[in-house]
């Protein structure tokens, strides 16, 4: 038995291997082909001017505060200058908005060729420039800088109008109103500075805004008629303020409406309290029986006497 089992694993390992054998020769043939890599586009560079130190507003240009640096030719800003010659060529210019070190130099930026720095350089087209009045508390406590955007609000004695005279009856102070003359302006210079990176406090005589033309004229209005103020507008606000005339009525009721009726009330409480019988209290003793009386007063009420 053992002998005829040997025989027969031997004849199933020689069986298994010629199977294994014969498989691996039906496989397919695998062949390596190699694939080229794909060419890097290429990048053409050429030189761009860009700014070797800080450039502030009303700086003149010059060739050590510049530099040439290679950039990629397809992603030229507008504006830019591939070389320094070439942007002092029809001579020096002016820097009209801040640019920092390494930073292109673009024409928007720059006034023309022996060029000023001038408010008309960078107002928009078709607006105007006018300045308003303003001190530490009109100015927003000096927090308004080039590039905020702000409210203009017109405080005055408006007795004038019909409509605020009837709401104050005659109180004083009661006819003073406020009204935002311009919405939404720009401020262009906080006294004489225009830098729009500059963040800290500055408090100022005067404040220029980019308005319309008829923007302009309410203000050049205004500022006969009473006392202009500044109020800053969230960066991220951009609704239109809401117009219309604020009053001391605004704040429930004019003062003379007020005071009135807190008078009248008063009148109202002392008479009736007066026309009210005033009672004592009279205690009589009869052995040892005690008995209270209510009698009216002849004293007049102690309000009345005042």
């Known amino acids: 038995m053992i002998g005829i089992a040997a025989v027969f694993g031997a004849i199933s390992i020689f069986a298994a291997d010629f199977w294994v054998k ?30 070797q130190a800080p450039l502030r507003y009303g700086m003149e240009l010059g060739r050590p505060q510049l530099a040439e640096i290679p950039w990629p030719q397809d992603s030229l800003p507008q504006g830019a200058f591939p070389t320094i010659d070439k942007l002092l060529a029809d001579g020096s210019r002016v820097v009209l908005s801040p640019i920092e070190v390494n930073e292109p130099v673009l024409l928007a930026k720059l006034s023309g060729p022996n060029g000023r720095a001038t408010l008309s350089n960078i107002l928009s087209p078709g607006m105007r420039a006018v300045t308003i009045r303003t001190d530490e508390i009109a100015g927003v406590g000096g927090f308004v800088t080039p590039g905020d955007r702000v409210d203009v609000v017109l405080t005055r004695d408006a007795g004038d109008i019909q409509e605020v005279s009837k709401n104050a009856q005659g109180a004083a102070g009661s006819t003073v109103t406020s009204e935002i003359v311009v919405s939404d302006a720009k401020v262009l210079s906080v006294g ?79 008479t009736k309290e007066s026309s009210e019988p005033k009672l004592r209290t009279v205690i009589v003793t009869r052995g040892d029986k005690v008995e209270e009386y209510k009698v009216p007063s002849r004293e007049p009420p102690q309000e009345l006497q005042q």
């Open 22 to 51: 014969s498989q691996a020769g039906a496989l397919p043939e695998v062949k390596v082909v190699s694939v080229a890599a794909p060419q890097q586009p290429k990048i053409e560079f050429k030189t761009i001017v860009v700014a």
């Open 192 to 270: 004489q500075g225009a830098d729009e990176r500059k963040t800290e406090p500055q408090v100022a005589n005067s404040v220029t805004i980019e308005v319309t033309n008829e923007g302009a004229q309410k203000v050049a209005l205004a500022r006969t008629v009473g006392t202009l103020s500044l109020s800053l507008r969230s960066a991220a606000d951009a609704s239109a303020s809401k117009g219309g005339l604020t009053t001391i009525s605004s704040f429930g009721g004019s003062v003379a409406a007020n005071a009135q009726a807190g008078a009248a009330s008063l009148v109202s409480a002392v």
